[in-house]
Structures are given as C-alpha cells and as structure tokens.
C-alpha cells in the first residue's frame, strides 16, 4: 500500500476543479489582528455564492459569498469610474464607499470589519452585454489599504470568466484557546488550509507574527514545500503558551504563489495567572516527633516510616514541601533517606548523624500521589523530628494558592556576622537579632515575602539551637531551625518569611536560647510572583549527581583549597537556571568550610560565605539552593584538608515562563546592611 503525503488529502481523493466559465472570488484580510485576519474564498461548488448586475445603488458587479459551514460571509462591490466601462488590461485607483468618481473605480469588501481604503484594481479580463451594458464576464485582482489602522484586503475575483486563478482558504476565525494558565502549554489545535482555485497552489514558510508571537508555537506542519491542487489540504499544529495573564494575540501566516502571497489566521488566548511551582512559607509547626508523638519511640534501623503530611496543613494541591528535620538521642551513626512514597527507595542521604548528636538539616522533599513521604533509618536507632516550613504548588487551577517565584543570587551575600559587631561579644542566651536585606530597587523591597538564607551558629558558650522566623515576637514559633553545641561551628539552610522595618526593608529575626554568634548568607529571595525573571520549581526523586568517595561527578576528594566543578546535565535542560540539593561533607581530615556557587557566570567569583562547617572525622549535610552556569554547572570548594562530597538533587528551578531569557548580569544583590539590634525574647 503506498504511502500518503502525510497531512495532504491524496491527489486520488480530491474533489475536482469548477470547470470555465469560472464564478468565484477570494479575500484575504491581513493586519486586522486576531478577530480579522483570515483568508476566505468562494465558489459556487463549496458555497453559497450571489451575484447581482448593475445593482440599484449603482454597483456593475455585487459577489455575496456565505460559508454555512463555518458562517464566515464576505461582500465584494465593484464599479469603473463614472460614465465608463471596465476595460481588460487596465489598472485603476480605486477607493472604498458608495459613490464612483470620475476617475477612479470603487472596490468594496467586507465582512464585520469595514473601513476606509485605498488601492488599485487590475483588471485582466471585462466583457458587457451592448444591448444591457452589463457585464458579462469579468476577471480581476485587487489590494486595498485601510487609511487608519494600516490592514488590508487583497483578492481575486472571476464572474463568468476563462481565466484560472489561485486561491486558499484558512477557514473560520479565529482560532482561541480559552482557559490557559501562563507558562502552561494548551492542547494542541490543527489550522485546515484547503486550496480552491482552479491552479495548484505551492506553500512556503509559516510563521507567527503579530502582538504576542512568543505566546504560540507551531508544533507540526504538513504544508510548508507542498504544492496541492483543488479540495486538497494540508493542517499545521498550534500550540498556546502563555507568557503573561489576560489576552493575548498572533497571526499565524503561510506564505503561497497566490495573488495575496500567504494566507493568515488570527490566534487568541485568553491566560488565567499559574500557581504551579510557587512557594509558599508558613510559620513552622511540627508534624512529627518520635519522642513525644504518634508512633512512638525511636526510628528503628532499616525501619521505613511512612508520614501522611496532606491533610495535616498541606494542602492537597502541593507538590513538595520544604521541611526542617532533627535527628536526636541516636544510639550510634546513620543517616536518614526522606523521599516520596510510590517510588523505590533512592540512593541518597538527607540527614547523617553521630552517636548521642542532635541535629537539624532542611529538607525539600516531593510528596507522593497519596500526599505522604517516607523516612527510611539507614543506621542505629534515633528520635526524629519533622517541622512544616512551606510548600510548592504542583497544579494550575483557580482555587490553587497564589506562591512566590524564586530569585536566587549568582552570588551569595554575608547580611549578618555578629563577630563584626561592638565588642564582638556573643548574642546572650535568649535574645534574638534582626538580619536585613535591603535592595537599591524599592520595587523588590516590596516584593520581597521570604529569604532564602544559610544560617550558622559559631562559637558558641554551649547547647542550644537557633529559630529563624519573620521577627516578629508574637509569632515566633515553638520550633528549631538548627541545633548547635559548644563551640562548634553549624550552619542550616532556610527558607524564612520576612518582616518589614518601619522604612519597608525585608528583614528576618533569629533567636538563640544560648550565648552565640550568629552568620545569615542570604542565596536568594522569593517574591509575590509578580516580580519579572523568577523561578519556579520542579520537584523530583533525589538523584546523587556527585560522590568523590565512588568518583562519580569528580575523581577525588577535594584537598587543600581545592575547588571541583559539578555538572548538573543529568537533571537539567535549557530552561533550567538553579538546584535544590543536598550536600553532604565526609570525613574531613580537618576542620572546614565549603562553599557553593555557580561555574561560568562572568564576574562572578568564590563567594565569601560558606555552605557548610565540617569539624574533622564528621559527616555533615545541608541543604543548598545555588545557581548554575551556563554549561549547567557549579563549584564547589574545600578549604582545609581533605574531604569527600556527595551531592543529590531533590529538584530544580527553571525560568517562568519558559524559554524566556533572563537578564545576562542575574538577580540584583542586597545590600549587607550594618545594623545592630538586638531584642530581649
């Protein structure tokens, strides 16, 4: 069985052509926009088609032409000039209205659009009736110009005529996608282009143009390079994407070998905002503790625990949340794997601990289709405690909560270093400080809903924990952000809602409830999605990328000073501009720092913060949000000894909407704001 021409109607199949005399004409309507741009023709054989003589109102030639298929109706007036026949081979000026002049002849076409126009009327071929004056057989071509709005018309027309002509037909207009969200591609819809003149029509390029071309996609196109003759047709595929909320609107356009050379059809949509991964923070409650809770006692090796947290404040249309777990009371080292129920158990560690230690790391875990997660013990037996700090949204739908969009900075900033500060003396036990952002743009001042900071706890004079919340003292919660003991050097990434100073500046509070030093680096900020350039998030299974102890992402252990480049190819694609990661520091041979920071971005250098504070012989994790480079890459450096890393991704950010290019010189950077408060809780 041969094989069709895929998205032609085969050659055996076609209707066949009217025969001479030929009564027909076509129209095509450009620059109209979405509701008028179209291209129609008519013939007797497809369509009602009416046409009246030397009309009453003065007209030689009337054409009424009515789809009932697709209710498209189009009217055609033509007259010569005043006192004089149309004449074969002449071009006429010619201007729209209901009176000829003298010199100029009148061509109307209309279908709900009509405006003032003018342009030329070439006339191929004029026959009259001596005994009626009228005509007999006419065939001519046409473009005419609105005065205001720059559209125009262009066509052919043929009333008993020899003369064969080419002509296309786009169908109804226009073509609407109702009901989208921005950033979301909607169901695929097909444009039919038929050919209807009596000569093969060729077709060339399609493209999109008019207001919002950025807002549709050809996804498929069986006409570009063919030639078909009448009845046959061929079908391009759009595609809806929504950059913005509201109307948007485009042309779609193919160029052809007729008269009007390319045919158009109008494109609409109409977008409703897209919560889809957006983050949400909430004020911290505790969704687990095995030492007080529901089950009871301590997290058993190899045990798997299964924790429903929908329906427990997370709503049912999150598809990730963000938590803080603590590890506590071990009876010797693990580590504890969260990952989403429904999927085998990955290969990767959110949490290590030691014998007796108590610690906290965030977490970002994507939940599982029934809103639950899992918490796997891959060591001896430990309590663990499970904090709510936020969520992301997973779907687009009205009733769906409108979160922040992610901007993380190329280059992270030091807001806060209490060793800086008079003296240098510790925060007191029980008191707590404000740590403050402040962008040279108000807008973003404004906009501003959470910081995405790391967190440290240095030096301290014994146990305790740090709490970082919005500031203010009434609604600090009942909860920890990291825990911390003496002397020791902890840090904790976190997502924190701010507050505001009496002048608008972004600002946070962090508690402590032991005498301490207290380092906020901010990564980036989260906003209230209106801000341009922000991130979404898209979850995934934690993947390990990077593990030096294995030689996989980097051959080694990073020694002395050294920095390792970690490419993220494996779970990135071209939309893709930052991670959501766990990294895990083993076994340093001395105590250290490691820092975090995106590879290739010009300007941008190691960054004077850190990410993590490993003493020797530990094993430390942390959660870090960090941007990457151009090649999808990131650094990642040691400064002292010789530590291995192991890296696993839990999701990524991407561009919203995608493919939309964002600025070359990246997210504006806060100022570190030198201010010394502290307050008494």
Not at 144 to 154: I, L, R
Not at 241 to 264: E, H, K, M, N, W
């Amino acid at each position: 069985m041969a094989a069709a021409l895929v998205g032609v109607a085969p050659a055996a199949v076609a209707a066949a052509p009217p025969t001479a005399p030929y009564t027909a004409f076509n129209a095509h309507f450009e620059g109209y926009g979405d509701e008028g741009d179209g291209s129609f023709s008519y013939e007797s054989s497809r369509n009602t088609l009416q046409t009246d003589l030397q009309t009453p109102n003065g007209y030689a030639l009337t054409m009424f032409g009515n789809d009932q298929v697709n209710q498209q109706i189009t009217t055609l007036n033509v007259s010569p000039p005043n006192g004089t026949k149309f004449v074969a081979g002449q071009e006429y000026p010619a201007t729209t209205g209901f009176t000829t002049s003298d010199t100029t002849a009148l061509v109307n076409v209309s279908t709900h659009y009509v405006c003032g126009a003018a342009g030329s009327l070439n006339v191929l071929e004029a026959a009259y009736d001596e005994a009626t004056g009228k005509l007999t057989a006419f065939a001519a071509n046409y473009s005419m110009q609105c005065v205001t709005s720059k559209p125009n018309v262009k066509g052919e027309i043929r009333f008993n005529s020899s003369l064969d002509y080419r002509a296309t037909d786009s169908w109804e207009y226009p073509l609407g996608f109702w009901g989208q969200f921005v950033g979301q591609a909607s169901e695929p819809q097909q444009v039919k282009v038929e050919v209807n003149g009596t000569l093969p029509t060729t077709f060339g390029a399609a493209t999109l143009e008019g207001a919002n071309p950025g807002a549709f996609r050809i996804t498929a196109n069986g006409c570009t390079g063919k030639t078909l003759s009448y009845g046959q047709t061929c079908e391009l595929t759009v595609v809806a994407f929504p950059t913005a909320s509201g109307r948007q609107y485009a042309v779609l356009a193919l160029a052809d070998d007729s008269f009007a050379g390319r045919i158009t059809r109008g494109l609409s949509l109409d977008a409703n905002p897209a919560a889809r991964g957006t983050y949400t923070a909430v004020s911290p409650y505790r969704v687990l503790d095995t030492r007080s809770g529901i089950p009871q006692g301590r997290l058993n090796t190899g045990q798997n625990l299964r924790l429903q947290l929908t329906g427990s404040g997370v709503p049912t249309t999150a598809s990730t949340v963000v938590l803080n777990v603590t590890v506590t009371e071990s009876f010797g080292p693990g580590f504890i794997s969260i990952y989403p129920t429904g999927v085998p158990r990955p290969t990767v560690s959110s949490l290590n601990f030691t014998h007796g230690w108590t610690g906290a790391n965030s977490v970002t875990v994507k939940l599982g289709a029934d809103g639950a997660i899992n918490l796997y013990n891959g060591g001896s037996p430990a309590h663990v405690i499970v904090d709510v700090i936020g969520h992301y949204a997973k779907q687009n739908a009205p009733f769906v909560e409108m979160g922040g969009q992610y901007h993380p900075l190329s280059k992270p900033v030091r807001l806060t270093d209490t060793r800086t500060w008079q003296g240098g003396e510790r925060i007191p036990a029980d008191y707590y400080i404000y740590s403050y952002a402040e962008w040279d743009s108000s807008e973003i001042n404004q906009k501003v809903r959470a910081l995405a900071v790391n967190i440290t706890s240095t030096d301290s004079r014994g146990p305790g924990f740090l709490t970082a919340w919005n500031g203010i003292e009434e609604q600090m919660p009942n909860t920890s952000t990291l825990n911390y003991s003496a002397g020791k050097s902890v840090p904790n990434f976190a997502v924190v809602p701010v507050s505001r100073d009496v002048s608008g500046v972004p600002r946070i509070g962090v508690y402590t409830n032991n005498d301490s030093h207290i380092i906020v680096d901010i990564v980036g900020f989260y906003d209230d999605s209106t801000l341009p350039y922000g991130l979404r998030f898209e979850p995934n299974v934690p993947t390990r990328i990077a593990d030096t102890r294995v030689g996989q992402g980097w051959p080694t252990a990073l020694g002395y000073g050294t920095t390792a480049t970690i490419d993220a190819d494996a779970v990135s694609n071209d939309d893709t501009y930052a991670l959501a990661t766990n990294v895990t520091a083993v076994l340093p041979t001395d105590s250290t720092y490691v820092t975090v920071w995106p590879a290739g971005l010009t300007g941008v250098g190691k960054p004077n913060t850190s990410n993590l504070n490993p003493t020797a012989g530990s094993i430390v994790p942390n959660a870090v949000q960090t941007e990457i480079g151009p090649s999808n890459r990131f650094n990642i450096y040691n400064h002292l000894g010789v530590v291995d890393i192991v890296v696993d991704v839990v999701g990524t950010f991407y561009v919203f909407p995608p493919s939309q290019p964002l600025p070359a010189n990246g997210t504006a950077a806060p100022k570190a704001r030198a201010l010394m408060q502290i307050n008494r809780a």
